[in-house]
């Protein structure tokens, strides 16, 4: 059984900072893709980007540039900074793992990122 362990969050102004970590504990297999989603009020969860073990990153286009996600093996952490931040990225933010990237089978709890302007 996986667990992850996020924290991170809170609130910022537009054009603001964050940085979102999700700790994970269970075998590597289990969390050989490392992600992260959001889901904002009234709206679909998305994916934001994702990292696998060999540390290809992917991300969904309306952050590129502006995310990045990163992970250290040793502390079976992945990190999520997040620069420029705009309203529109004010949202739950949740981690997640599993082996295949297209489904993942742990989640976090979440943490709320909110971006005034």
């Known amino acids: 059984q996986v667990q992850l362990v996020q924290s991170g969050g809170g609130s910022v102004q537009t054009g603001g900072s964050l940085r979102l970590s999700c700790a994970a504990s269970?075998?590597?297999?289990?969390?050989?893709?490392m992600a992260w989603f959001r889901q904002a009020p009234g709206k679909e969860r998305e994916a934001v980007a994702a990292?696998?073990?060999?540390?290809?990153?992917t991300y969904t286009a309306s952050v590129k540039g502006r995310f990045t996600i990163s992970g250290d093996n040793a502390k079976n952490t992945v990190y999520l900074q997040i620069d420029g931040l705009k309203p529109e990225d004010t949202a739950m933010y949740y981690c997640?793992?599993?082996?295949?990237?297209?489904?993942?089978?742990?989640w976090g709890r979440g943490t709320q990122v909110t971006v005034s302007s």
């Open positions: 990292i696998d073990g060999n540390g290809r990153r």
């Open positions: 269970g075998d590597s297999y289990s969390t050989y893709c």
């Open positions: 997640a793992a599993g082996f295949n990237c297209l489904d993942l089978d742990y």
